[in-house]
């Protein structure tokens, strides 16, 4: 585009705001394998990673997540007095289709599964035997009925019906991870089986639609913010009676592709539920000879132990969670972090300002599921608190990790939408080259972002307060009508963005 240039003007440019300058994408963090995880698990992964071909962060994170369930509601944490938190965990795995985001979590999910195959059939055994017993109780059951009836009709007392009429409830098989199921489907699952259940998707997109699924209009979100919470919920089911659960416990993983992901961020209408999710983005891994010596059997005494962990039983033979109490140094600790929290909120927008908001409450959760991880790779007696050298620990995780990550994967999700229009139109810039603006030429450009005058006036505002955008101060024209709007772009952005390359007006 060619316009006339008054007379050459160089200001001393200030330092454009870092926010534009860095690059849009953050490169992930690493995922501190030997300093978070025991030491027989540190290793696991690590071998694990290898023989998936999958970067560490997949197979540690799944593993993590389907710690928790096998805690589930047998053991929450307790920092103070009125508030509680469950174990349960969400992530979302992202990367493309050959970085391996299944065979990462399958080094998790196929002890898991063999360790339901054990329970399942234990689980038959007992149903036969249910079943042979339900047999015998029938015929004791009508016995009683045919003497109780001759016994009214001739006027005498009638004899209470035997204890071995009623065979008891049913044992049900067991459900250590569902892939798909409704809601009333996993209520069923809880009701029967109170500790919990994992969910894993493959697919988890599918998963996160299916929040509004049915064509009424209602949606299972409500359900899984309950469930990510641990609170009770009550299906209504038509034509058969409710469901109650006193504590959901569905911890949640599943892959998602990049370019899926930002469509689901950027249409969100931020209910929560995104943000309740762990986002696990990393570099592809590199290429290894499958190591000799691999086993994932590693984990089945340790998903054993897990086990073990039951919860306690109230007066009301409700099932309930035992809690583990968090010594005066953690409490300290999560103070501080609690602070650091509160200031980060004051520079955050969009999803990433959610996700900032729950970050105690994770820190909590992680601490209780990597408390009870050490113990299950150790002989040690049981743990009653949470100590404040593990909570550190978390807190700088999740500082270092947890939350460099999310402000990867959530892009521009993470921005309000002015700065997102800033961005849109710094993309434009650098890809043309420009070294001076007009609003008119950039709406000819028709890019996604910058179709209306309204999308472009913003972007341009956001770059003029960010110190890359100046009005240029063009001279009157004799022939009237609203004045050409130029603005020159700051030689700073372009030396930062194509360096050694040359500052030109087109």
Not at 291 to 319: C, K, W, Y
Not at 406 to 422: I, Q, T
Request: charge should be neutral.
């Amino acid at each position: 585009m060619n316009f006339p240039i008054p007379i050459p003007f160089h200001p001393e440019w200030p330092e454009p705001d870092p926010r534009f300058m860095r690059d849009e994408r953050p490169a992930p963090p690493s995922f501190p394998v030997k300093s978070l995880l025991p030491p027989t698990i540190s290793d696991f992964v690590a071998l694990a990673a290898k023989a998936k071909g999958a970067p560490v962060d997949y197979v540690a994170m799944g593993l993590l997540v389907t710690v928790s369930s096998l805690i589930g509601n047998a053991r929450w944490a307790r920092p103070c007095d009125g508030w509680e938190e469950p174990p349960t965990l969400w992530a979302a795995l992202i990367g493309t289709p050959s970085m391996g985001k299944s065979p990462g979590l399958d080094a998790s999910l196929s002890p898991l599964k063999r360790l339901e195959a054990r329970l399942r059939g234990s689980a038959r055994r007992e149903i036969l035997e249910w079943e042979r017993q339900a047999e015998i109780s029938k015929v004791i059951e009508q016995t009683w009925k045919e003497a109780a009836k001759a016994a009214a009709k001739a006027g005498e007392p009638i004899v209470a019906k035997p204890d071995a009429a009623d065979p008891g409830t049913k044992p049900e098989l067991p459900r250590l991870a569902v892939s798909d199921a409704t809601i009333e489907k996993l209520a069923a699952i809880l009701q029967s089986q109170p500790k919990g259940v994992l969910q894993v998707r493959d697919e988890l997109p599918g998963w996160l639609m299916g929040m509004s699924r049915y064509a009424s209009g209602s949606s299972d979100s409500p359900f899984w913010l309950e469930a990510y919470g641990g609170r009770s919920y009550t299906v209504e089911r038509i034509g058969r009676s409710p469901v109650d659960v006193a504590h959901l416990a569905i911890p949640v993983v599943g892959n998602i592709q990049p370019d899926r992901l930002q469509s689901l961020l950027m249409r969100t209408d931020d209910d929560g539920l995104l943000a309740r999710i762990i986002p696990v983005w990393p570099t592809p891994a590199p290429l290894y000879r499958t190591p000799e010596g691999f086993s994932d059997n590693l984990l089945e005494p340790v998903f054993d132990r897990l086990m073990t962990l039951q919860s306690a039983i109230g007066a009301d033979g409700v099932p309930h969670p035992k809690f583990l109490e968090f010594t005066e140094n953690a409490r300290d600790t999560l103070y501080e972090f609690r602070q650091t929290v509160r200031s980060l909120e004051a520079d955050a927008e969009g999803l990433l300002l959610s996700f900032i908001g729950k970050l105690p409450g994770l820190a909590v959760r992680i601490a209780l599921v990597l408390t009870c991880l050490d113990w299950a790779c150790r002989d040690v007696s049981e743990p009653q608190d949470i100590s404040g050298e593990m909570m550190r620990e978390v807190v700088g995780f999740i500082h270092d990790y947890i939350l460099p990550m999310a402000e990867r994967s959530y892009g521009d999700a993470s921005v309000s939408n002015k700065e997102r229009a800033g961005r849109d139109l710094l993309g434009l810039i650098r890809a043309k080259g420009w070294s001076t603006v007009s609003s008119r030429e950039v709406r000819r450009m028709q890019r996604k972002g910058l179709v209306t005058q309204e999308q472009i006036d913003m972007a341009i505002a956001a770059l003029e307060q960010a110190d890359i955008l100046r009005l240029v101060d063009m001279p009157s024209t004799s022939k009237g009508g609203r004045p050409q709007r130029l603005y020159d772009v700051s030689p700073l952005f372009h030396a930062g963005s194509r360096p050694g390359g040359s500052q030109r007006r087109n």
